[in-house]
């Protein structure tokens, strides 16, 4: 971890892995685990995971041996990725989520995880796209992105939101309603199987044990202490998350090809 790091400008996932946070998704480990559960993956399956980052969900994947195609964005992303690809039968691939290098129906099923929250509205729809076009007919696809609650409508909030998140995580979040995350998958050409929300409490004690084991929380904050910069950062996210916890969620969609 180099003190010459611009810790200010960095994106918040980034900052926190950085910082030792080896799960950096709204609703932890177990919503993940729940996200795998309802997608069923067999070794006869062809699984592509988009921004599989530091590769927690892929090596829970892997233990089912099917054929795997990760893509990441650019060598640097493909590369740590590569230290857990094993088998033949599992590559990276150069490129993005909204222009994949993948046969049409060549997938059984399609996950990815808190990529679709950053994306613009256009964007959001060309990746939902994109995964319907590689999914064979019947294929499944699997998100766990950020959520906002009903409750943010009765407030008139979401605006505000979204303003703070961007502020705070340096990255455009622009989250969706349970039932928006859904209507755009739907029109897309999906079929919604299971849907679970749990609290956005990504930087909350509890939901860091839960993720990172004790040993993993003791690392990330010593790397807190150590680090003022890195510190304020921190700080201000969890005060961001915390302010708005009645407004987010973790929410999990599992959808099947039409």
Same mark, same amino acid.
């Given at each position: 971890?180099?003190?010459?790091?611009?810790?200010?400008?960095?994106?918040?996932?980034?900052?926190?892995?950085?910082?030792?946070?080896?799960?950096?998704?709204?609703?932890?480990?177990?919503?993940?685990?729940?996200?795998?559960?309802?997608?069923?993956?067999?070794?006869?399956?062809?699984?592509?995971?988009?921004?599989?980052?530091?590769?927690?969900?892929?090596? *829970?994947?892997?233990?089912?041996?099917?054929?795997?195609?990760?893509?990441?964005?650019?060598?640097?992303?493909a590369k740590q990725v590569r230290t857990y690809l094993q088998?033949?039968?599992?590559?990276?691939?150069?490129?993005?989520?909204?222009?994949?290098?993948?046969?049409?129906?060549?997938?059984?099923?399609?996950?990815?995880?808190?990529?679709?929250?950053?994306?613009?509205?256009?964007?959001?729809?060309?990746?939902?796209?994109?995964?319907?076009?590689? *999914?064979?007919?019947?294929?499944?696809?699997?998100?766990?992105?950020?959520?906002?609650?009903?409750?943010?409508?009765?407030?008139?909030?979401?605006?505000?939101?979204?303003?703070?998140?961007?502020?705070?995580?340096?990255?455009?979040?622009?989250?969706?309603?349970?039932?928006?995350?859904?209507?755009? *998958?739907?029109?897309?050409?999906?079929?919604?199987?299971?849907?679970?929300?749990?609290?956005?409490?990504?930087?909350?004690?509890?939901?860091?044990?839960?993720?990172?084991?004790?040993?993993?929380?003791?690392?990330?904050?010593?790397?807190?202490?150590?680090?003022?910069?890195?510190?304020?950062?921190?700080?201000?996210?969890?005060?961001?998350?915390?302010?708005?916890?009645?407004?987010?969620?973790?929410?999990?969609?599992?959808?099947?090809?039409?």
């Amino acid at each position: 971890m180099s003190l010459h790091t611009d810790y200010e400008k960095m994106p918040g996932h980034w900052l926190l892995a950085q910082l030792g946070k080896t799960v950096l998704r709204p609703g932890g480990i177990e919503l993940t685990k729940d996200m795998l559960t309802q997608l069923h993956i067999t070794a006869n399956d062809h699984v592509v995971e988009f921004a599989p980052g530091l590769g927690v969900t892929a090596k *829970l994947t892997l233990q089912q041996n099917p054929t795997y195609t990760a893509i990441e964005q650019n060598e640097e992303a493909a590369k740590q990725v590569r230290t857990y690809l094993q088998a033949p039968k599992e590559q990276c691939l150069i490129g993005t989520a909204e222009n994949i290098n993948l046969p049409s129906n060549s997938a059984t099923i399609v996950y990815g995880e808190a990529m679709l929250t950053m994306q613009s509205a256009k964007q959001k729809t060309t990746i939902i796209q994109e995964a319907h076009r590689i *999914l064979q007919p019947g294929g499944l696809y699997g998100i766990h992105e950020m959520s906002l609650t009903t409750k943010t409508i009765e407030d008139n909030v979401a605006d505000v939101i979204r303003k703070d998140l961007i502020d705070a995580i340096r990255v455009n979040a622009t989250p969706l309603l349970a039932d928006e995350w859904q209507n755009i *998958l739907i029109a897309q050409g999906f079929e919604i199987l299971y849907v679970k929300q749990v609290p956005m409490h990504l930087l909350q004690p509890k939901r860091l044990v839960q993720d990172e084991g004790m040993f993993g929380v003791m690392k990330i904050a010593k790397n807190v202490i150590i680090n003022p910069k890195a510190r304020k950062r921190v700080i201000k996210m969890k005060n961001t998350f915390t302010k708005y916890e009645p407004y987010l969620q973790g929410i999990c969609i599992v959808a099947r090809r039409l």
